[in-house]
């Protein structure tokens, strides 16, 4: 992915993003392919992460921030009769983990979570210093040269 900016956010958000679809994409238990996808919006005042999560228990659900990384994790559990013969699964079960590494442009004190018809949704403050803002253009004054 290709990307130029001056945003520092983007930038780190940007080289990070490559190092994550690695880990969706890797292999879990019993060979399942990623199982939590990601979607990464950057807006005005915070950062939404959205995680596919379909058939996930909200209760299962977990939300950790520990030096500067925001963890997701979740399980999905299917117990069967005794009489029962599984004869297909192509839905992945067990323990999942997602782990993003967030920039310190972001106040990971104020991070809030919701889930809905199977996504998370986590949002995350952007820091005042680091939000975009105007600069003030003064007219009418002459500017004078320094000598060196």
Known sequence: MLLTSID?????????????????????????????????????????????????????????VDRGVLSVSASRAEEYGEDDRLFVRERPMGSFTRRVYLSEHLDSDKIDAAYSNGVLAVRIPVIEKARPRKVEIHKGQEVKSIKA
Request: glycine share 10%.
């Open 8 to 64: 520092p956010f983007i930038q780190e958000f940007d080289r990070q993003f490559d190092r994550f679809a690695r880990q969706a994409l890797g292999t879990g238990e019993n060979g399942a392919r990623g199982v939590m996808p990601l979607d990464g919006v950057r807006r005005k005042d915070d950062v939404l992460l959205k995680f596919d999560l379909p058939g996930i228990d909200p209760d299962s659900i977990e939300v950790t």
